[in-house]
């Protein structure tokens, strides 16, 4: 489920291509809205089995315990904001969406990630089970 701080139009594009994509502010996401506060979008992924992709960094920041909480996987996309950020940041979803679902179905538990415009890519940053950090994470 894409947060409203990301365009309708990239939950429409992955669609086209069979990802099972919503955004927040579309009418198939039922009791959603874009002005729905985090924990309703916490608690409405975790209900319906989804997972949340935002650009809202400072979300993870605010509400780290609560997402943790929820058991919800996550998907942090970073970039700038500038005239071009639509492009911009569908062009790095759809980079590392195929990574990060592999992932989703391996993991044994809520797992969150970062995608970045850097040579990394995909980055993990929180796991619920041990088993999904990745080896080289010494947390």
Same mark, same amino acid.
């Given at each position: 489920?894409?947060?409203? +701080?990301?365009?309708?139009?990239?939950?429409?594009a992955? /669609?086209?291509? #069979?990802? +099972?994509?919503?955004?927040?502010?579309?009418?198939?996401?039922?009791?959603?809205?874009?002005?729905?506060?985090? !924990?309703?979008?916490? %608690?409405?992924?975790?209900?319906?089995? &989804?997972?949340?992709?935002?650009? #809202? @960094?400072?979300? /993870? %920041?605010?509400?780290?315990? +609560?997402?943790?909480?929820?058991?919800? $996987?996550?998907?942090?996309? &970073?970039?700038?904001?500038?005239?071009?950020?639509? =492009?911009? *940041?569908?062009? *790095?979803?759809? &980079? =590392?969406?195929? *990574?990060? !679902? !592999?992932?989703?179905?391996?993991?044994?538990?809520?797992?969150?990630? &970062?995608?970045? /415009?850097?040579?990394?890519?995909? @980055?993990?940053? =929180?796991?619920?089970h041990?088993? #999904?950090?990745?080896? $080289?994470?010494k !947390?």
């Amino acid at each position: 489920m894409l947060d409203n +701080d990301l365009s309708k139009d990239i939950a429409k594009a992955l /669609r086209i291509f #069979d990802y +099972d994509i919503y955004h927040i502010d579309e009418p198939e996401v039922l009791g959603l809205s874009a002005d729905s506060s985090d !924990q309703e979008i916490f %608690k409405w992924c975790n209900t319906n089995g &989804r997972v949340w992709i935002t650009h #809202d @960094i400072d979300t /993870r %920041k605010k509400h780290a315990a +609560d997402l943790k909480a929820s058991k919800i $996987s996550v998907l942090w996309v &970073r970039g700038h904001p500038e005239s071009s950020a639509t =492009w911009t *940041l569908f062009k *790095l979803i759809v &980079r =590392w969406m195929d *990574l990060f !679902q !592999q992932k989703l179905i391996n993991a044994h538990g809520a797992i969150h990630y &970062r995608i970045t /415009r850097g040579e990394k890519g995909l @980055i993990f940053v =929180w796991a619920e089970h041990p088993y #999904d950090y990745p080896k $080289s994470s010494k !947390q």
